[in-house]
């Protein structure tokens, strides 16, 4: 699975960016999908997770109720809508993936497929 995000940028705080996420499986649909983050100098965390269908999603609490994720698997994309946006949400946002069938809870802890990365700002 090759994945290619897009959407990063610079933003002021209390803005909105919406990143997407394109996705080479010939069988997307059968995928959990996910969104990480890395920012200076800290660790790599989870951001946002969705079930193979869209029917279930996941979210870390600092982002819960300002970010959205959603996928479209006609199109073999996922989408990470960030509204509210904080200074400290700048990072590099990966794009993740699981392998096929594994439950969304892998994504969550340790996808199988990671995306090259898009860098948001927020400035305040």
């Known amino acids: 699975v090759q994945l290619q995000a897009c959407g990063g940028g610079l933003v002021q705080a209390g803005g909105s960016l919406r990143l997407s996420c394109a996705a080479s499986?010939?069988?997307?649909?059968?995928?959990?999908m996910g969104w990480f983050r890395q920012a200076p100098g800290k660790e790599r965390e989870f951001v946002a997770a969705?079930?193979?269908?869209?029917?279930?999603?996941y979210y870390a609490d600092s982002v819960r109720g300002r970010f959205t994720i959603t996928r479209d698997n006609a199109k073999n994309t996922v989408q990470l809508q960030m509204n509210s946006l904080m200074s400290e949400d700048t990072a590099v946002y990966y794009c993740?993936?699981?392998?096929?069938?594994?439950?969304?809870?892998?994504?969550?802890?340790?996808?199988?497929?990671w995306g090259q990365g898009t860098l948001v700002t927020v400035s305040s």
């Open positions: 969705i079930s193979w269908s869209g029917g279930s999603t």
């Open positions: 499986a010939r069988t997307f649909s059968d995928h959990a």
């Open positions: 993740t993936a699981g392998r096929s069938s594994d439950p969304i809870i892998a994504v969550m802890r340790q996808p199988r497929y």
